[in-house]
């Protein structure tokens, strides 16, 4: 085996150690599990939907978040300027509605983080809220997922938490690039189904977010994280640095996403915030992003090199070959995210060169672009 090949090797297997202890330490975690209000406290909830031009998405979120079987004290949905049918639509929906509130949060800022920015107007209208859950407008709630996650919360203790939602994927090109995008995740951080206050391991999703009033005061609000590109991360590692558990758990079917029309809108948007690099991003961050590139995306192209050049018996490629059968197996157990998955989510691993190589190139620019926005990125 030629010397460049043992040193590759030899990164390969340091990081492949690090990266499958951590999948075996977090395998067989906690999920949400499906409650009835009855086993939940008289909390009061406030949901808050920032949106902009989500026309064809808002109305089927609100439409769940009324039907909860733990009912929202408040819904409160905060525009940063649609110019489509979006707030036509929240209005309809509110008509004769107490609940939901429309708040305009436009013109945000130049170059801060619009998400965050309308955050914060919601919150300051969330009166009395003991909870306050964050919920994208292209997620859909089962009615007792409010129910169950507050529970969840109220069980364990921990006052801060999100959900690794199931995955609508229909596009056959979609679900060869989303499933790619999503294992970088797996890689870096392990398997959902914990809470931790180590920094470098906090993992989030701003698309379910719940956290108690009180703690989302003490740590500054969502005003503290409007210089992030990924304010949802930023959020959790501000709240894990205060010595607070953060919670990510798997929610089965109670919370699903229709997040991406297709692969140019996943490829254009979500290598924005996939690299996590924020204020409390340091070294892990970047042994992160090299565990994608060696341990995830390179064995299949460098498995059939060698096999090509050296035959099956040599060693790089005998490593190669077990990394492989690693990756498959990642493959596999992350299809319970993508219920309706399309027979294309199986060759996703052949998008995990390309996804990884643009994250990391993604990951060097302060500069990024969000629906025509631009965010300048404060760490």
């Not at 075996?24 to 031009?53: D, F, H, K, M, Y």
């Not at 978040?65 to 979006?86: C, F, K």
Request: charged residues 20%; contains cysteine.
């Amino acid at each position: 085996m030629k010397p460049i090949c043992w040193v590759i090797g030899l990164v390969q297997a340091m990081l492949a150690l690090r990266v499958f202890s951590r999948m075996a330490r977090t395998a067989g975690g906690a999920q949400i599990e499906p409650v009835r209000p009855s086993a939940v406290s008289t909390s009061r909830v406030a949901v808050i939907v920032p949106v902009l031009n989500e026309a064809e998405r808002i109305g089927p979120c609100l439409r769940t978040l009324r039907e909860q079987s733990l009912s929202p004290d408040q819904i409160i949905v905060v525009d940063g300027g649609s110019s489509d049918a979006t707030r036509d639509i929240v209005l309809s929906l509110a008509f004769g509605e107490r609940r939901i509130l429309l708040i305009d949060a436009s013109p945000v800022p130049p170059y801060i983080n619009g998400k965050a920015y309308g955050l914060a107007f919601g919150l300051a209208v969330a009166h009395e809220a003991e909870w306050v859950l964050i919920v994208d407008a292209d997620v859909r709630l089962r009615p007792d997922a409010v129910a169950s996650i507050v529970a969840h919360a109220e069980r364990t203790g921990v006052r801060a938490l999100s959900i690794a939602t199931s995955q609508r994927i229909q596009r056959r090109g979609l679900a060869v690039l989303h499933p790619a995008m999503l294992t970088t995740l797996v890689y870096r951080f392990g398997i959902p189904g914990s809470a931790t206050t180590r920094v470098s391991d906090v993992q989030a999703n701003g698309q379910c977010f719940l956290i108690e009033r009180g703690l989302l005061d003490r740590v500054g609000g969502f005003v503290s994280v409007q210089d992030s590109v990924c304010e949802d991360v930023t959020l959790a590692r501000s709240i894990a640095a205060s010595g607070e558990p953060v919670g990510f758990y798997e929610g089965g079917d109670l919370v699903d996403v229709d997040m991406y029309r297709d692969a140019v809108d996943a490829w254009r948007n979500w290598p924005r915030s996939l690299p996590m690099r924020d204020r409390y991003a340091g070294n892990e961050a970047a042994v992160g992003l090299a565990e994608c590139l060696l341990v995830q995306a390179a064995p299949l192209w460098l498995f059939v090199l060698s096999l090509v050049k050296t035959g099956p018996r040599n060693r790089f490629t005998q490593l190669q070959a077990g990394l492989l059968l690693g990756r498959l197996g990642v493959t596999a157990g992350t299809a319970r995210a993508y219920p309706n998955r399309p027979w294309s989510y199986w060759f996703s691993p052949l998008a995990d060169l390309p996804v990884v190589l643009e994250i990391i190139r993604r990951s060097r620019l302060r500069a990024h672009t969000w629906r025509g926005r631009t965010i300048v990125a404060g760490e």
